[in-house]
């Protein structure tokens, strides 16, 4: 486990090195980049690619995702869903064809985040690691985590961030076995981030202290603020995605819509393009935007994140969330210095505040932000700061919205993780391969007393009727014909009120069923009514409880 944990860790850390170096170098080359654009204004080319480079870009993007089969790039979500289902269920060709469209929409541009794919590729590439040495479902999931460790501490500089990532968002248990291997993969992440390719950290801050203690009184309040703009955030971006599926356009042409559209609006404001990298390292700069800068800047930048995500464009909302906040910190503490005469805390005081209070609500991972903020700038101080904003934020966010946006998604995808990860196992399996064919049947003309033959010769106490097809008539159980004639016929004495299920239905809807059920098994038919079989109440508890014993073991065992 620990050289696999190794291993992961280096390939995932290549992997997203190279990664975060090809986007520079497109938005350099597509004059995406603040830099580019200062060295190409003045000509007609500027105008130009601005509009053409997002619209050819959301083109190839559209294209791109006609080759997966749900028609969308694959995210964060899907990670979270095949380590919290026990399911591997991480394919490679989905995984490759969205991190080359991930990297086509943010080399060209789109206002979307670049952690979510790097999550991706790196849980993705866990799972390749895992499948090729034939490894069990838990090993496969701390490979996932390994590698979604080693992409965020690569990503950040910050690898006990990515160690605590893996475990608060992916894994969502803290098991022994799976923390040696994560934490080295993180650190070989770290190692390779600051060895081969450096890039440069996320901001910089060289000093920043809370100048008042009754300031820690306004984080809280910063917190519940930062809440809403994270609800709304969030919200507008599946507003834009209900939206879209309405338009009368193809799916492969969204994309390009939404490139034009963000293309026409950089002329004026290209602030809004890309990642934001620059614009959320001037929101913690004294002076660097007015008020009203900060505002109408926020407002776009959500607006444009909300518009590519929803079109179609992929990537992720991790980056996004992290320059809005900011933004919206910096906006909060302008705002309080303007009221207290100049007498508060620096900007880039409330602007981390802020960046971390509405990024944590988005991602579900306020201990993995708050740690970000000590590792990149190793103030104790501002980290008990961000803490303070976080914990208001989450607890609010999370009641007006739910735990995360991947959850979200999640859940309208009909993987609901708020009742906990048993509800979700259970509700990942069908009873299909429970299905037994071992249970007596009779013909619906039966008498009595065949069908008392039938449940005595299979040693059962009820027995299944069906038609000539082989259609389902109804069930018999011996309870109801003790004291029946024998020439009577058996159909009579079904009950009205049979439970009935089919292949397709889940473990958890199947004991959810025969809550209040007294007999052996009830009848499985297919979409046509025929006879499959029976599924007996025993084998639905024995599945469920080896199902509770594997996730016991994946988070508690030690070896």
């Excluded at 060895?195 to 202290?209: D, K, M």
Aim: charged letters at 15%; hydrophobic letters at 55%; one cysteine or more.
């Amino acid at each position: 486990m620990v050289a696999l944990g190794v291993l992961t860790g280096l390939a995932a850390a290549l992997l997203a090195n190279a990664f975060v170096a090809a986007i520079g170098w497109l938005n350099e080359w597509l004059l995406i980049s603040p830099r580019a654009r200062m060295m190409a204004s003045g000509g007609i080319w500027l105008p130009l690619a601005t509009v053409a480079v997002p619209t050819l870009g959301g083109l190839v993007v559209g294209y791109l995702h006609r080759w997966i089969r749900e028609q969308r790039p694959h995210g964060p979500a899907e990670v979270i869903a095949a380590v919290q289902t026990r399911q591997d269920d991480l394919p490679a060709r989905p995984a490759l064809i969205s991190g080359v469209s991930s990297l086509v929409s943010l080399g060209s541009g789109a206002s979307v985040g670049q952690y979510g794919p790097l999550v991706h590729m790196g849980g993705s590439l866990g799972a390749l690691l895992a499948r090729l040495l034939r490894s069990d479902v838990t090993v496969g999931n701390i490979t996932v985590a390994c590698g979604v460790a080693s992409a965020i501490a690569t990503a950040f500089n910050a690898p006990i961030a990515g160690i605590l990532f893996a475990h608060e968002v992916i894994l969502r248990h803290f098991a022994l076995r799976a923390f040696a291997p994560v934490a080295l993969a993180a650190i070989t992440g770290y190692v390779v981030a600051n060895a081969v390719l450096a890039q440069p950290p996320l901001f910089q801050i060289e000093s920043a202290a809370v100048r008042h203690i009754w300031e820690f009184g306004l984080f809280p309040i910063l917190g519940v603020a930062s809440a809403l703009v994270a609800v709304a955030y969030m919200h507008a971006i599946l507003g834009v995605g209900r939206m879209a599926r309405r338009l009368p356009l193809p799916a492969v042409g969204r994309p390009a819509l939404a490139g034009m559209g963000l293309g026409l609006v950089a002329l004026w404001f290209p602030e809004i393009l890309g990642i934001g990298a620059q614009t959320l390292r001037f929101a913690f700069i004294e002076g660097a935007f007015a008020q009203w800068e900060l505002l109408l800047v926020l407002v776009l930048k959500l607006l444009a994140t909300a518009w590519c995500l929803g079109m179609g464009f992929s990537g992720g909302v991790f980056s996004p969330a992290l320059v809005i906040g900011s933004l919206f910190g910096a906006l909060f503490g302008s705002v309080l210095g303007m009221l207290f005469g100049g007498g508060t805390s620096e900007l880039v005081v409330f602007a981390v505040c802020g960046m971390v209070a509405v990024t944590a609500p988005v991602i579900g991972a306020p201990l993995t932000t708050v740690v970000i903020v000590f590792e990149l700038t190793g103030s104790y101080e501002l980290t008990i700061a961000a803490l303070a904003s976080v914990a208001l934020a989450n607890l609010v966010a999370s009641r007006i919205f739910g735990r995360s946006f991947f959850d979200r998604q999640l859940r309208d995808r009909d993987l609901d993780l708020s009742r906990g990860r048993s509800k979700a196992l259970l509700a990942s399996r069908t009873i299909a391969g429970l299905v037994s064919t071992h249970h007596p049947t009779a013909p619906a003309a039966a008498r009595v007393a065949d069908a008392r033959k039938a449940m005595q010769s299979g040693d059962a106490t009820s027995c299944h009727l069906v038609d000539d097809t082989g259609r389902y008539v109804g069930t018999l159980r011996l309870q109801r014909i003790l004291e029946a004639p024998d020439h009577a016929l058996a159909r009579g004495y079904c009950g009205r009120d049979e439970i009935v299920m089919n292949a397709e239905t889940t473990v958890w809807d199947a004991m959810n069923l025969l809550r209040d059920f007294v007999g052996e098994g009830v009848a499985v038919v297919d979409a046509r009514n025929r006879l499959l079989g029976t599924v007996f109440e025993s084998d639905l508890i024995r599945d469920y409880l080896d199902t509770l014993e594997d996730m016991r073991r994946e988070e508690h065992a030690t070896r």
